[in-house]
């Protein structure tokens, strides 16, 4: 009994439920999946896994849940974010995003072996405040900075489980355009020439030793796995032109590319279709922040799809403290012409199977992990909201910093300063 107890209180001290077999019946269950939506479906789980879908399903010992027709989803995909590996930006010691081992911009230190998973932190406090709102995973970015360079070093995906390692394949980060500019000789001409310096050599026509050598053995073999074409190079660019030019080198190298932001995506939709690119934009990018976004529009992510194109979303700004705004800029991309269907996989099976964890996540599934979001309404509506998460099967408890905050002064006169917790009034 002492040591039921004592792993009852070392559960509630974790503050996430232990995994249960459930049946969650009778919900309008958004598969993203080829199934669709199924109305007045069940869900059943066992072991942390999803082990069957459809309708009047046995419970049998399982725990059953009333979803009285409410919206089911996958847990969404909250973007390419620093959540864990950036907490607080002007405190140094919370920064681990970026690497910068040269002096200055002029000094450029190219280290693709760069792997910021390693500086991961389950036990960030913006992770429960995304995953109250159906957040179940992330991308973690590599970023640059001076004394780095446009190619960034290796993010990951993790799911917002407290587990410490990320999961699926490691995913190459490149700035390409204005923002690599200042990182390649002040000049976007310059990416180019260094890109293909760089692919010289991985593959040995610039020897190790040479004067004008930029890697270091790790650094080769690493880049040697993304310039085969076996690993996904996810580049930020912005103009349509670099964009072009990005599809013909890509294709002439044989590298694997997905891109992030493309606010001028639309210009060159159809060839992004046809070199089966997935993009990943700020649905809310309708003005131009920089000369390379003069074609910001609203209809983004709807013409690119119209074209044929794989959209997801990421925003531009904040990502990490806003991650939970994901759901809106999928929502204002369909006020703006965007299907329905087509702006859920945007946060569920189109990053899952752009970065290399769909058969863990991203649709409700038989065999998938059982990552659910039971909601009020529609999720695309920031009106409603996640009423239960489920992580692994596990129910995840409905709370953050944020929701403390609120129940701490949202209340009346009691007399004592607000800053009291409630038990003390």
């Known amino acids: 009994m002492r040591r039921l107890v004592l792993v009852a209180a070392l559960l509630a001290a974790c503050g996430v439920a ?23 479906a069940d869900v059943l789980v066992r072991n942390g896994r999803i082990a069957a879908v459809g309708n009047g399903l046995p419970a049998g010992s399982a725990t059953v849940i009333d979803a009285q027709g409410k919206p089911l989803t996958p847990a969404l995909f909250g973007g390419v974010t620093d959540i ?126 040479s004067q004008f050598a930029l890697l270091t053995p790790a650094g080769r073999t690493t880049l040697a796995k993304y310039f085969g074409g076996g690993g996904r190079v996810l580049v930020r660019i912005q103009r349509a032109a670099d964009i072009a030019r990005l599809l013909r080198w890509s294709k002439q190298r044989g590298v694997n590319i997905a891109l992030l932001g493309a606010t001028e995506g639309w210009k060159v939709a159809p060839q992004l279709a046809a070199a089966n690119v997935p993009v990943f934009v700020d649905a809310l990018a309708d003005l131009p922040a920089d000369f390379d976004e003069i074609g910001a529009t609203l209809e983004n992510a709807a013409r690119m799809h119209a074209a044929g194109v794989r959209v997801s979303f990421s925003q531009a700004g904040d990502a990490s403290h806003n991650a939970r705004k994901i759901r809106q800029l999928a929502g204002n991309a369909v006020a703006n012409g965007l299907p329905w269907e087509a702006a859920l996989a945007g946060l569920t099976s ?36 996640a009423q239960q998460v489920w992580l692994d099967g596990r129910a995840i408890p409905m709370r953050s910093r944020q929701t403390e905050l609120r129940d701490r002064y949202l209340h009346g006169d009691t007399g004592l300063p607000r800053a009291y917790p409630n038990d003390a009034r």
Do not use: C, K
Not at 18 to 40: C, E, F, K, P, W
Not at 160 to 175: E, H, K, N
């Open 18 to 40: 232990s995994a249960q077999d459930m049946l969650i019946r009778n919900a309008t269950v958004h598969t993203a999946s080829a199934r669709g939506t199924l109305q007045a």
């Open 84 to 209: 864990g590996v950036e907490e607080v930006s002007g405190e140094s010691a919370t920064v681990d995003n970026t690497l910068a081992l040269g002096a200055n911009a002029a000094d450029m230190q190219v280290r693709p072996e760069f792997d910021v998973t390693l500086a991961y932190n389950p036990e960030s406090i913006l992770i429960p405040v995304a995953r109250v709102e159906g957040i179940g995973w992330t991308l973690l970015s590599a970023g640059t900075r001076a004394g780095g360079s446009f190619i960034g070093g290796q993010g990951g995906s993790v799911r917002l489980d407290g587990s410490l390692d990320a999961i699926g394949p490691r995913i190459l980060f490149v700035t390409l355009g204005g923002d690599g500019a200042n990182l390649s000789g002040s000049s976007r001409a310059a990416q180019w020439m260094l890109l293909d310096q760089l692919i010289d050599e991985v593959r040995g026509r610039i020897p190790q030793d």
């Open 350 to 385: 189109v990053p899952a199977n752009s970065f290399g964890v769909s058969d863990e996540l991203g649709t409700i599934a038989v065999g998938q992990r059982a990552d659910l979001v039971l909601w009020s309404g529609d999720p695309l509506d920031v009106a409603n909201v």
